[in-house]
């Protein structure tokens, strides 16, 4: 169970590394603190990657805290 739980959570950290690197890169700290133009929305193959890094993220910290409880 253990070792099943973290082949799991090995292939949810690879494929969330993949994701965020998918991610468009545009934004940058500029819109986080005003410096942008203008609000954008996601659609498209954008909105997909940006849901599925959502919940890559989620699935990652639920294994690793199940990795955690387990022993």
Do not use: C, P, W, Y
């Not at 193959?45 to 199940?66: D, P």
């Amino acid at each position: 169970m253990k070792s099943a739980l973290l082949v799991f959570h090995i292939l949810i950290s690879v494929t969330l590394i993949a994701l965020i690197l998918l991610q468009n890169s545009k934004g940058g700290l500029g819109g986080a603190f005003g410096g942008a133009d203008a609000f954008r929305t996601r659609r498209g193959a954008e909105k997909v990657v940006f849901t599925a890094t959502i919940v890559a993220a989620v699935l990652f910290l639920a294994t690793s805290i199940a990795n955690l409880l387990i022993q």
